[in-house]
């Protein structure tokens, strides 16, 4: 199924106004949709007949900067039975940005929102156990971050290059 059929297909369950925006000059087109709206949308192509989207295979963070205020949560989904892909994309506020989490709908975003919380400091509403995965517990700031300023020493140990 192309990108044109999916998005007809989440036109006809949740109506125009779901689709916030669309990018199809990438290889891989992008719907933004509301993040409110996320978990339903996610739900349905999962579920619907003849999309089934079984497999989350990535969830990437990205800092659109201090000067546009947005950060985004992109989705790249595939179905395994029908060998087809889709990508999702979300906006939010840069100074809280939150996105509700998906990992009741597929298992690997718990480990994938993890890292976007660890690296960009986007919190996934609901999440079973939001935590750093990659820098220590204790480490100041989200080091992805178009403003990030590194730490010149982490428990005297001296981090910079």
């Known amino acids: 199924m192309l990108f044109p ?3 007809n297909k989440l036109v006809e369950k949740f109506g ?6 669309e990018n199809t000059a990438y290889a891989q087109p992008q719907l933004t949709i509301a993040a409110k709206e996320l978990p339903d949308v996610c739900l349905f192509l999962r579920d619907t007949e003849g ?20 950060m985004e949560v992109l989705y790249h989904l595939y179905s ?6 889709f990508v999702i994309k979300v906006e939010t506020d840069r100074e809280q940005p939150e996105v509700p989490t998906v990992s009741t709908i597929w298992r690997t975003a718990d480990w994938h929102e993890r890292e976007a919380y660890d690296l960009f400091g986007i919190r ?5 156990d939001l935590r750093r995965i990659l820098m220590p517990a204790d480490w100041e700031g989200f080091p992805l971050r178009k403003d990030y300023q ?3 020493y982490y428990h005297g140990i001296k981090v910079r290059y």
Do not use: M, R, W
């Open 124 to 128: 996934f509403t609901n999440h079973p």
């Open 5 to 7: 059929e999916i998005k």
């Open 150 to 152: 590194e730490q010149e």
């Open 16 to 21: 125009e106004a779901i689709v916030l925006s």
């Open 80 to 85: 395994i039975p029908y060998e087809h892909s």
């Open 51 to 70: 999309l089934y989207f079984d497999y989350l295979s990535c969830l990437t963070g990205l800092d659109n900067g201090p000067e546009k205020k947005t």
